[in-house]
């Protein structure tokens, strides 16, 4: 059974930085892509950055471009997402997703594992 396990997130001041962590584990996502969408209150989930494969190509959203760095393990299991320079607007639940295919994608129903959600506050 495929399980995404994510961790950190929490509440922070605008400029901080948090970093957040999800473990696949039942699989091997050496191969594939995975990233992390958030979705804000009342709005639909969104993309923010994916990684084709391990050490592959990555993309960003342009609201995160040079503020999120993704990266992954060596072995391609595990996915990192560092948030620097957060901004209130960054506020919302974090999902780490994954995909059966090395192709990226940025778009939410083509991601076939998902994470729990994580909440990351960015205060004023």
């Known amino acids: 059974q495929v399980q995404l396990a994510q961790s950190g997130g929490g509440l922070v001041q605008a400029g901080g930085s948090l970093k957040l962590s999800c473990a696949a584990s039942?699989?091997?996502?050496?191969?594939?892509?995975m990233g992390w969408f958030r979705q804000a209150p009342g709005k639909d989930r969104e993309f923010v950055a994916i990684s084709a494969r391990s050490g592959g190509i990555t993309r960003y959203a342009d609201s995160v471009k040079g503020r999120f760095t993704i990266s992954r393990d060596n072995a391609g299991n595990t996915v990192y997402l560092q948030m620097n320079s957060l901004k209130p607007e960054d506020t919302g639940v974090y999902y780490c997703?994954?995909?059966?295919?090395?192709?990226?994608?940025?778009?939410?129903?083509?991601?076939?594992?998902w994470g729990q959600g994580t909440q990351v506050t960015v205060s004023p």
């Open positions: 997703a994954a995909r059966n295919f090395a192709v990226l994608s940025t778009v939410v129903y083509q991601y076939d594992y």
């Open positions: 039942g699989r091997s996502f050496s191969s594939s892509a």
